[in-house]
C-alpha cells in the first residue's frame, strides 16, 4: 500500500489544521489507519487511529479532545483534524496501516511519507 498524506503547513497557535491521507492504489485493503508525529529530535509517537469500519477511534492521552479522526467510507480518505493548534505540535505528521488500531511503531504494515505541520507562537 503506498499512501498519501498532505495537509500541511505553517499556522499561527490556535489555528485548525486537517490532515488527510490516502492510496495510491484507492483501497486500504482492510487494514487500520492511524497517524503518527515525530518532531524534531523526538521519537516518533502515535497520535491516533481508526479501525477499518470507522467505527472504532483511539487517541494517544495528549490527542484528546483536540484531534479528531476520520476517514470516508472503508476504502475512503482518513483525515485528522486538529483544533486549538500549539507550537509543541510541531512536528512531522506520518499516516500509517496496520491490522488493529490499537497501533505502534512495531504494528505498522506501511508508512507514508510525512507531511510538515509547524505551529508558531
Known amino acids: 500500500v503506498q499512501l498519501q498524506a498532505s495537509g500541511g503547513g505553517s499556522v499561527q497557535a490556535g489555528d485548525s489544521l486537517s490532515l488527510s491521507c490516502a492510496t495510491s492504489?484507492?483501497?486500504?485493503?482492510?487494514?487500520?489507519v492511524g497517524w503518527f508525529r515525530q518532531a524534531a529530535g523526538k521519537e516518533r509517537e502515535f497520535v491516533a487511529a481508526i479501525s477499518w469500519t470507522g467505527t472504532g477511534t483511539y487517541y494517544a492521552d495528549f490527542a484528546k479532545g483536540r484531534f479528531t479522526i476520520s476517514r470516508d467510507g472503508v476504502n475512503g480518505a482518513v483525515y485528522l483534524h486538529v483544533n486549538s493548534l500549539k507550537p509543541e505540535d510541531t512536528a512531522v505528521y506520518f499516516c500509517?496501516?496496520?491490522?488493529?488500531?490499537?497501533?505502534?511503531?512495531?504494528?505498522?504494515?506501511?508508512w507514508g511519507p510525512g507531511t510538515l505541520v509547524t505551529v508558531s507562537s
Open positions: 500509517a496501516t496496520g491490522p488493529s488500531p490499537f497501533m505502534t511503531i512495531r504494528t505498522v504494515s506501511s
Open positions: 492504489g484507492g483501497t486500504f485493503s482492510g487494514d487500520a
